[in-house]
């Protein structure tokens, strides 16, 4: 065993450790709060969406008003759109977001956009934010992007809505959502700048860091000036938590938060790569537990599979699967090196859904590299509450990039 693996089962044990005696506490929030029930389409109802696609990301496709239940305090206009995207298989499809608008007066050049990368809501079409309400601490934040003169573009994630699996976790797909909705946002005859920022919570940590190291890539030609991300609650180098998943780890019950991403994360890798055949090392109970996280909303899940053991899922190690490892890794792998724009990092200490080790060896792998990073720790805050402590810090961040 070389040194490399030797620090990663550390990190690990230090996770499961953190997560399982503090997620039974009951004073650390985990992820936000997320609607469940009929979704709202407003109007744009593209589940089954069997239309023509654009060969070109990004292409705005429609655009409805967002209804008037599911706007932002803050915005003076909303709107629903569909855009084309790439999904996990390679091949075009389309994704759905939303679209808000500050009040008042456009400065010369246009509003600056933020794209913001949601956190978990669950895989299936039932939980697509776009149809929701926001969660009150999201109306706050991003109603304080939208004060602060910034329209917030936020896009769903192909298969949220759309036709086919939402990729959980899945970097690079997410990435492309974030960029493609920019650009089809720019294609809407609003006064929009074409400097744009990404920022991003949880899995949207994760989709925006992704989004950071490709937007320079995935937006080329469209005239675009991408100049930073801010993540906070970032899931990184979980792959190596994952990968040792089996008939022994984890050797306890875990919240049922932490259960729910495990399932959304199988069931994303399982759906992406057929060919490895995920299902052929689990037990009939964690073939099931596959199926409800494709079909089951976050809040639902969590409750439900509260103090599960995961380990029950497997009939033989993960990592037994020929390939799996750097599967697993490409699949959601968060990148260190390759950044061409500012990052910002925020991290509260009392986060059990993703404690901080994880934040933190990205950062120190981040500044190995030389990439352009700065870390925010928050003592007092978890998972949740660590994106509204982070607004002190990262609005002369966003402020100073999007100048």
């Known amino acids: ?9 550390v990190v690990l044990a230090v996770l499961l450790a953190v997560a399982a005696s503090a ?27 069997s239309g023509p696609i654009p060969g070109r990301s990004g292409t705005l496709i429609a655009q409805v008003p967002l209804a008037e239940s599911l706007t932002l305090p803050a915005a003076a206009e909303a709107y629903r759109i569909q855009f084309s995207t790439p999904n996990q298989h390679g091949a075009m499809a389309t994704s759905t977001g939303a679209v808000f608008v500050p009040k008042g007066h456009a400065p010369a050049g246009g509003w600056p956009v933020i794209s913001w990368a949601h956190g978990t809501v669950g895989m299936a079409d039932a939980c697509t934010p776009s149809a929701f309400p926001r969660s009150a601490r999201d109306v706050t934040y991003l109603g304080h992007w939208l004060d602060q003169g910034y329209a917030v573009v936020a896009a769903d994630y192909v298969g949220l809505g759309t036709p086919g699996l939402m990729s959980y976790l899945n970097g690079v797909t997410a990435a492309h959502a974030i960029v493609d909705a920019v650009i089809a946002s720019h294609q809407m005859d609003l006064p929009l700048s074409p400097r744009w920022a990404i920022i991003g919570q949880s899995q949207g940590a994760a989709a925006a860091l992704n989004g950071a190291r490709y937007a320079t890539e995935f937006s080329r030609g469209s005239k675009l000036d991408y100049r ?9 180098n979980l792959e190596y938590l994952y990968q040792n998943l089996g008939p022994v780890v984890p050797p306890f019950a875990l919240p049922g938060g932490l259960n729910a991403y495990t ?14 055949r995920v299902s052929s090392v689990m037990t009939a109970k964690g073939v099931a537990r596959l199926a409800e996280g494709r079909e089951t909303c976050y809040p639902v899940l969590k409750d439900a599979l509260a103090g599960d053991h995961v380990a029950s899922w497997f009939a033989a190690p993960l990592a037994s699967l020929p390939g799996l490892v ?78």
């Open 228 to 236: 930073g991300v801010v993540a906070t609650g970032i899931p990184a």
């Open 263 to 276: 399932a959304y994360i199988l069931a994303g890798l399982d759906e992406a790569r057929p060919d490895l």
């Open 1 to 9: 065993m070389n040194a490399r693996s030797r620090f990663w089962i």
């Open 23 to 49: 997620g039974t506490s009951g004073d650390a929030r985990g992820d936000d709060d997320v609607s469940v029930g009929t979704p709202n389409w407003s109007g744009l109802d593209v589940t089954d969406y």
């Open 326 to 403: 750097p599967a697993l890794h490409r699949y959601m792998s968060t990148p260190y090196k390759g950044y061409d724009r500012p990052i910002f990092l925020g991290q509260g200490l009392r986060d059990t859904d993703v404690p901080a080790p994880s934040a933190l060896s990205l950062y120190a792998q981040m500044k190995a590299n030389n990439q352009p990073v700065e870390l925010r720790v928050y003592p007092d805050d978890d998972h949740s509450s660590a994106v509204l402590a982070s607004m002190p810090d990262s609005t002369p961040f966003v402020a100073r990039i999007l100048r």
